[in-house]
Nanobody, 119 residues
Framework: VQLVSSGGGRVQPGGSLRLSCTAS????????IGWFRQAPGKERDMVAT???????NYADSVKGRFTVSRDNAKNTVYLQMNSLKPEDTAVYLC??????????????WGQGTQVTVSS
């Protein structure tokens, strides 16, 4: 499975960006899909995830500002980011959990897209 992300960029504090990540076609089922981020010198942290059934999970730091959604027909996950803050600056990485067998999953990562929030 290949993941291709887009939508990053530079925005002023308080602004908005929308990230997209599309997974290539696969015979296997993508269960969870979502976004992590990594700032320079920091660990990779979960931002938002969504299950195939639509259950979402958010990091406390983005709750109420970010919204994750997915279009299963297009194998695409979106991250709408509003009220952006300088501390949201990071490389955002799309990930997908792929079920290759009833009790076996493999994780795939996209190439990352830079989000910079600065005045």
């Amino acid at each position: 499975v290949q993941l291709v992300s887009s939508g990053g960029g530079r925005v002023q504090p308080g602004g908005s960006l929308r990230l997209s990540c599309t997974a290539s076609e696969s015979e296997f089922t993508i269960t969870d899909i979502g976004w992590f981020r990594q700032a320079p010198g920091k660990e990779r942290d979960m931002v938002a995830t969504i299950t195939k059934g639509g259950t979402t999970n958010y990091a406390d730091s983005v709750k109420g500002r970010f919204t994750v959604s997915r279009d299963n027909a297009k194998n695409t996950v979106y991250l709408q980011m509003n009220s952006l803050k300088p501390e949201d600056t990071a490389v955002y990485l799309c990930y997908a959990e792929v079920e290759i067998a009833p009790t076996s999953v493999v994780y795939y990562w996209g190439q990352g897209t830079q989000v910079t929030v600065s005045s």
